[in-house]
């Protein structure tokens, strides 16, 4: 079989390609690459694609339009070493005889670490006192608490790889988890330890609220005044899935109160812009959506790709198969 490596990103490409990645592929396929440094337009992609029973993408990898599906006529396979696909192929993709595949299974651990991360640095403030140290002003042991992860309610909007993982990792701290989603039944809910909830009760019950839900139309703008006004003082909200889930200006405005506090690795525009208002607040942590960068698990998403095209050619389950169902619910980008 013939498989083609259409990453040119030069970092990516020496991220993602170890030695150990690129013999395991070799071991079953040949192997071609795009040029590194070169942007394939559309046409180019389709005039190369035809040879090609496989096709590893990741993120800046052309896209897969109906000229070049059209074109692609022995590929069997395509593997994005990144999470939503959606940006590489359309429906289309679904009705041929291709299977698609992505890595989001090993994004979404990085991503939830990165979660529960900034539920700590929030919880315990610590943007907000090292910040404050380096004024030259130390804590009151004799009036200063803070929120803490231990023993608190965690409401989790959204159901996917992510917070499952998210749900794992917070077990030894005895949280209790509401979650909020149209895609875990009840009796899954019971399984894993968690209670169901409507949209607004979570907000309401919720010490801290960390946002996973995909960016669709459906979603876009879920999160309102109407749902950040019944956070509780001194809660704090955090979004590590996009930004475009919540109304901007009505999370501007409820932190503009100093009431609560927010945790946010994703913007309505990146990169953020030097003079936005958030990177103003004292009550904001904002990190640039770093959530995919655990050193392990980036460099694994080609090593994950590899193998679920190794599974294909044996015949085996795929770990990463997305289905036109799922698709339908992904993140346009």
């Not at 698609?100 to 700590?120: I, P, Q, R, Y």
């Amino acid at each position: 079989m013939k498989t083609l490596i259409a990453i040119s990103n030069e970092d990516l490409r020496e991220l993602f390609w170890q030695e150990a990645t690129e013999n395991k592929l070799a071991s079953f396929s040949q192997i071609d690459f795009i040029p590194r440094g070169i942007k394939l337009s559309s046409d180019d992609f389709a005039e190369v694609i035809g040879e090609y029973d496989a096709c590893i993408t990741s993120w800046g990898s052309p896209s897969f339009t109906n000229e070049v599906l059209a074109r692609a006529i022995n590929l069997k396979f395509i593997g994005h070493s990144a999470g939503s696909v959606a940006a590489i192929v359309n429906e289309e993709v679904f009705y041929n005889a291709i299977t698609v595949t992505s890595a989001n299974k090993v994004l979404g651990l990085s991503t939830a670490e990165c979660a529960v991360s900034l539920m700590f640095a929030g919880a315990w403030d610590l943007s907000g006192y090292a910040s404050r140290l380096k004024q030259g002003k130390w804590s009151n042991n004799s009036r200063e608490t803070v929120l803490g992860l231990s023993r608190r309610v965690v409401g989790l909007v959204g159901y996917g790889e992510i917070s499952r993982n998210v749900i794992r990792m917070l077990q030894p701290f005895n949280v209790k988890i509401l979650l909020h989603s149209n895609y875990c039944s009840e009796e899954e809910a019971i399984a894993i330890g968690v209670e169901r909830c409507e949209l607004n009760e979570l907000f309401e019950r919720s010490d801290i609220v960390s946002m996973h839900n995909t960016w669709t139309p459906k979603t876009e703008g879920m999160i309102g005044a109407e749902q950040l006004k019944r956070l509780r003082d001194g809660a704090l909200f955090i979004n590590t899935g996009r930004a475009a889930t919540v109304q901007e200006q009505a999370l501007l405005e409820e932190l503009r109160t100093g009431r609560i506090f927010a945790a946010l690795d994703v913007f309505i525009n990146e990169p953020l812009p030097i003079n936005h208002v958030l990177l103003t607040l004292p009550n904001v942590l904002c990190v640039p959506h770093i959530g995919g960068y655990h050193g392990l698990y980036k460099r694994e998403l080609c090593d994950f790709i590899v193998e679920e095209l190794h599974r294909f050619v044996k015949g085996e389950a795929l770990l990463g198969k997305v289905s036109l169902e799922h698709y339908r619910r992904s993140t346009p980008r």
